[in-house]
């Protein structure tokens, strides 16, 4: 995680450090055979929605998105 701040932009690669929140729930189901609930599917759903929006958010800011779906 260090390197990759050192290359990229923090705004971008910051919002993937949250991922480790999707896939705890789902190592806790694979190992421990825990239980998810609604709100762990809820939360899930909203930290991979923001971090597909934000590097959306700055790959459209830098012009890398195609021209035809800028707005």
């Not at 919002?15 to 809820?42: K, R, W």
């Amino acid at each position: 995680m260090v390197k990759t701040l050192q290359v990229g932009e923090a705004s971008v690669i910051q919002p993937f450090s949250y991922l480790q929140l999707v896939f705890g729930p789902i190592t806790g189901v694979m190992v421990f055979s825990e239980n998810i609930d609604l709100i762990i599917i809820l939360r899930v759903i909203v930290v991979i929605d923001s971090s597909l929006f934000t590097t959306w958010c700055e790959s459209k800011k830098k012009g890398l998105v195609c021209a035809n779906k800028c707005v």
